[in-house]
């Protein structure tokens, strides 16, 4: 496993991060969550990402539990807040009340005194960004958290929360996007303008829900069961849009570049978010450990120019720049990553 510092901070995380949104107890079984856990410790990933809405809260706690017992300065764990996690009107959003009140219950269902990283899912703008920050200060400042990052915020809204953080002498130094060969949309703004500012990548999704690893495109329309196409979870709405026949051919023209290489189509895949500019961490997660096993040699690969645009060149036609209008909390189809 290789190891960067996130953004410009002192802050240093492992290549790969493991995330546990679609791998909680309402996924599956809680052993088999513990056995993806322990087998992420042992590819050398030290980094791990969750948030309070996962499985309804219960993400938090699966992933606390099969944490326990390992040296707490020897990892880096990464939630959110603004999802709901509740009935309540105040339940939701970035409002200061609702900080407050989720980083308490984060803490409480990981079974820890902090996190590293505190995370705002999505911007909020039903508050005033003032107050959001204030209150994230005061969690840094009382030690719950060493570090805040933003999760899918505009350029502008990074600009504008990054200006209040230096203000309050708090350090926002990630921003966590979806991002692959795939979904490219941050390249235009967002990257640039947090390479301006020192505020790190983390790249979510970065198998594209599973597409960039070729099992569909050689499914034929026959999806493999068990898989995010077959099953009603969270992933099942974003992972639809890339089940055409034109992407699923173009994704296929990734397996002979990958096999030229010694290597597998999602090896391929998360090499080439590694190498992007400003990524400092891809988010992976999986359903059997011994997938975490394969994809973490992903960070190892030095892929070479030709490489990463043979990889370029397969894609171009279906690869998306520019993304839709996002949906909120109030949609029935809105869902978190």
Not at 96 to 109: A, M, V, Y
Not at 195 to 216: D, M, N, R
Request: hydrophobic share 40%.
């Amino acid at each position: 496993m290789e190891f960067r510092h996130l953004g410009h901070s002192g802050l240093i995380v492992s290549r790969l991060a493991y995330g546990n949104w679609l791998t909680g107890p309402s996924a599956r079984d809680e052993k088999t969550d513990a056995a993806c856990v322990r087998a992420a410790l042992d590819a050398g990933i030290t980094t791990f990402d969750t948030a309070d809405v996962y499985a309804d809260t219960r993400g938090e706690e699966s992933l606390g539990r099969a944490l326990r017992g390992v040296r707490r300065e020897g990892l880096e764990i990464l939630t959110k807040v603004f999802a709901p996690t509740g009935p309540g009107r105040n339940d939701l959003g970035l409002s200061r009340k609702h900080i407050q009140e989720s980083i308490d219950g984060s803490l409480r269902r990981l079974g820890m005194a902090y996190v590293d990283v505190y995370q705002a899912h999505r911007f909020d703008p039903s508050t005033p960004l003032e107050e959001t920050m204030e209150a994230l200060a005061d969690v840094v400042h009382t030690g719950r958290a060493h570090y805040i990052g933003v999760s899918e915020w505009t350029a502008d809204q990074i600009a504008r929360g990054h200006a209040l953080a230096r203000e309050l002498r708090i350090p926002l130094v990630a921003h966590q996007t979806q991002y692959s060969a795939l979904w490219r949309v941050p390249e235009s703004e967002v990257i640039p303008a947090c390479a301006e500012l020192g505020v790190g990548q983390i790249a979510w999704s970065p198998l594209a829900q599973g597409v960039l690893t070729g099992k569909y495109a050689a499914a034929a329309g026959r999806w493999p069961e068990g898989s995010r196409a077959t099953a009603e979870n969270d992933g099942s709405a974003l992972l639809a849009g890339w089940l055409t026949d034109e992407v699923l051919d173009r994704v296929g023209r990734l397996r002979p570049i990958a096999a030229e290489l010694g290597l597998t189509t999602a090896q391929l895949a998360l090499a080439w978010v590694l190498h992007r500019p400003g990524v400092s961490a891809a988010v992976i997660g999986a359903s059997r450990p011994e997938q975490i096993t394969d994809n973490a040699r992903a960070a190892e690969i030095r892929l070479a120019d030709d490489a990463l645009a043979a990889v370029e060149e397969a894609l171009a036609p279906v690869v998306t720049w520019t993304a839709p209008e996002p949906a909120g909390p109030t949609d029935p189809g809105w869902r978190l990553g």
